[in-house]
């Protein structure tokens, strides 16, 4: 039971997970403080806000509306997204395409199907006896061909 668990947990899956929620949690925080320093008040400016755009509300009815907070989360999440998907997730699908074994296809010799013409069940075309009612048929040879046997004389 124990031993389960500790596969479990020192599997590269988990610990990557884990070292990746630590890092992305570091790498937001980063890009929050960049988006607020930096992008913010530049936006402020370019409206001619009060300079710090995370502040920026409207009013309705007495009630204030913060929508400068909304706009600076949704840059860094922008900001952070991009980064990540750039940054981690373009190079590491081109690491695992390259190292990954390319499997060849295969093809499923049992897939290929016709009937047989005396008993008229499916078989395999590469079949050369029929397993319902036990003939003797000549094999499909462009199957025989797809899967790679020789061709029966």
Known sequence: MLNGFKDFIL??????MAIGLAVGAAFTAVVTGFSNAFIVPLIGVI??????FSRATFQVEGVKFPYGLFVSASI???????????CVVVPMTKVQNRFTAKV????DIKAALRDCPRCYT????IA????????EIKPDPEALALAGLPAQR
Request: with cysteine.
């Open 47 to 52: 409206t001619r806000g009060t300079g710090d």
């Open 122 to 125: 499916a078989i395999p075309a």
């Open 11 to 16: 599997r590269g899956n988990v610990i990557s």
């Open 104 to 107: 060849e296809e295969k093809v």
């Open 76 to 86: 860094a999440f922008l900001i952070t997204a991009a980064v990540l998907y750039f």
């Open 128 to 135: 050369s006896r029929c397993a319902h009612c036990t003939s």
